[in-house]
């Protein structure tokens, strides 16, 4: 039973924008804050962005501040990530999280690939 699906991945050169996109079961979407992640070759998997239940308070990892924005839709129990302005160290498996209080990871997406070409 999929529960967060991620789409909007790609291939775009630095400089670029992609819109990552996260569909959530509705009994998820509805109970938990969200968040994205990314992991690159190697390296550990890192909180990029979250946001609350409402969408009223969000937070931003410094590497992505003023070039990356979350939002969600919860009508439409999805949730996104504009990425603007992106960078060749942005590419990394990005992954959807629905998390519990204290930010506890309850279920994860299956992760959509962006690369950033220099």
């Known amino acids: 039973q999929v529960q967060l699906v991620e789409s909007g991945g790609g291939l775009v050169q630095a400089g670029g924008s992609l819109r990552l996109s996260c569909a959530a079961s509705?009994?998820?979407?509805?109970?938990?804050?969200m968040a994205w992640f990314r992991q690159a070759p190697g390296e550990e998997r890192e909180l990029v962005a979250a946001i609350t239940w409402t969408g009223s308070t969000t937070y931003y990892a410094d590497s992505v501040k003023g070039r990356f924005t979350i939002s969600r839709d919860n009508a439409k129990n999805t949730m996104y990530l504009q990425m603007n302005s992106l960078k060749p160290e942005d590419t990394a498996g990005y992954y959807c999280?629905?998390?519990?209080?204290?930010?506890?990871?309850?279920?994860w997406g299956q992760g959509t690939q962006v690369t950033v070409s220099s």
């Open positions: 509705e009994h998820i979407f509805s109970s938990y804050g």
């Open positions: 999280a629905a998390r519990r209080a204290g930010g506890v990871v309850a279920y």
